[in-house]
């Protein structure tokens, strides 16, 4: 369950306005001012969620994200005010969960934060299952994968999009079909999110087997995970 928050933006105005609308809907809130002290307050108060803004001094956003999830699996949901994709995808690429680009409402954003806290209650399916698929294992009761035998660190996003793609391999899934397994249906996505999953589920599992092709794209529809030898 979610209850304690980081807020780290360098908006006065508009952090006080979350504050008192987040603490009203039951969260404990805890704010920073800038990249620096963000970091310095995850550590002293262990939050359960992250809100980061992308655009701020002493360290941007991306930055602090990126540190963030190399000590931590954090939820991270990204606040930006660019028109410009790239940050938004960046942020994803780096392990941020979800965003939402200002103006936003306060609606929006308690939905998101509870989406989260509904996917990391789900239980781990019965007997903790675990997928295999030649030299890829998903084990979903532990949360690992490990492919030849070395484990790859991946989110919990990348993983459940993983798990969906192995589960119904051999079959193309839609964008839209995939999230829904993936995350439940409950948050608002664009193609373009699906697309940075899957990049960087195939770039980890690179690292480990620079020849790994399992997860196909097929063109115009979506993705599908090889059922066997081509």
Known sequence: MINRLLLVDDDAALTAVLESALTEEGF?????????????????????????????????????????RAQSQVPIILLTSRDEEVDRVSGLELGADDYVTKPFSIRELVARIRAIGR????PAPAGGERL????????????????A?????????????????????G???ARDRLLELARGGDVV???????????????KLREVDAGFDEVETVIGVGYRYRSGPR
Do not use: W, Y
Request: charged share 30%.
């Open 28 to 68: 404990q809130v805890t704010t920073a001012r800038n990249g620096r002290d963000g970091l310095a307050a995850f550590k002293a108060s262990g939050p359960d969620l992250v809100l980061l803004d992308v655009l701020m001094p002493e360290l941007d956003g991306l930055e602090v994200c990126r540190r963030l």
């Open 119 to 122: 996917r990391l209650q789900q």
């Open 132 to 147: 295999e698929a030649g030299a890829l294992v998903v084990d979903l009761g532990r949360f690992e994968v490990a492919l």
């Open 189 to 203: 996505v664009t193609d373009r999110t699906v697309d940075t999953f899957v990049k960087r589920i195939r770039k």
């Open 149 to 169: 035998g070395t484990r790859v660190e991946l989110t919990r996003s990348e993983l459940l999009v993983l798990a969906a793609l192995v589960r119904h391999r």
């Open 171 to 173: 079959f193309v899934l």
